[in-house]
T-cell receptor, first 115, second 113 residues
Framework: DGGITQSPKYLFRKEGQNVTLSCEQN?????MYWYRQDPGQGLRLIYY???????QKGDIAEGYSVSREKKESFPLTVTSAQKNPTAFYLC??????????????FGPGTRLTVL | SQKIEQNSEALNIQEGKTATLTCNYT??????LQWYRQDPGRGPVFLLL?????KEKRKERLKVTFDTTLKQSLFHITASQPADSATYLC????????????FGSGTQLTVLP
């Protein structure tokens, strides 16, 4: 089955620690995205990548980092510089075809709690 | 600044009725608008897309309208069922980007049996 997987589903971190969230897709999509969702709010874009070895900052990139070394993988690192990291993190992908009104396919999410 | 507003945080309706959700936007000229469904603790699922030159789009019991003059999209679910209970998100293409979406905060719909 094609889809997007995120791991782990729940993650606990102590203050001051970096943590990496995994996102893998087997849809052969070029574009991948990371969003953050807080209770009662919409999704806010952290980073996105339109092609391997390239990524762009979204609206709330401070305190986060990403890499895109493989087409199918787009890990997100939440660094200790992120002041309020407790949130629900969602990874998504789309075909990335130029001019396409891409629907985005989402993973199941990772709920990060900072203790 | 660019802003997307969805009509209310929560909407309760009786089973069998039509649910109507609203998405209003300001300072956008979106090429298209998308609607997603999100269940608690899960990622959103794409439902429908409507382009700026389309007035209406239908898919089974779902209908979306797009009025670029009013800067508004309406999302209708006809013959609603308890299984339709979820949060519904609208999303617009961000200005200057072909694929970067900006999401509204969502409307939580509850269909009462």
């Amino acid at each position: 089955d094609g889809g997007i997987t995120q791991s782990p589903k729940y993650l606990f971190r102590k203050e001051g620690q970096n943590v990496t969230l995994s996102c893998e897709q087997n849809l052969n999509h070029d574009a991948m995205y990371w969003y953050r969702q807080d209770p009662g709010q919409g999704l806010r874009l952290i980073y996105y990548s339109q092609i391997v070895n390239d990524f762009q900052k979204g609206d709330i990139a401070e305190g986060y980092s990403v890499s895109r070394e493989k087409k199918e993988s787009f890990p997100l690192t939440v660094t200790s510089a992120q002041k309020n990291p407790t949130a629900f993190y969602l990874c998504a992908s789309s075909t990335g075809l130029a001019g396409a009104a891409d629907e985005q396919f989402f993973g199941p999410g990772t709920r990060l709690t900072v203790l | 600044s660019q802003k997307i507003e969805q009509n209310s945080e929560a909407l309760n309706i009786q089973e069998g009725k039509t649910a109507t959700l609203t998405c209003n936007y300001t300072n956008y000229s979106p090429a298209y608008l998308q609607w997603y469904r999100q269940d608690p603790g899960r990622g959103p699922v794409f439902l429908l897309l409507i382009r700026e030159n389309e007035k209406e789009k239908r898919k089974e019991r779902l209908k979306v309208t797009f009025d670029t003059t009013l800067k508004q999209s309406l999302f209708h679910i006809t013959a609603s069922q308890p299984a339709d209970s979820a949060t519904y998100l609208c999303a617009l293409v961000k200005s200057g980007s072909a694929r970067q979406l900006t999401f509204g905060s969502g409307t939580q719909l509850t269909v009462l049996p």
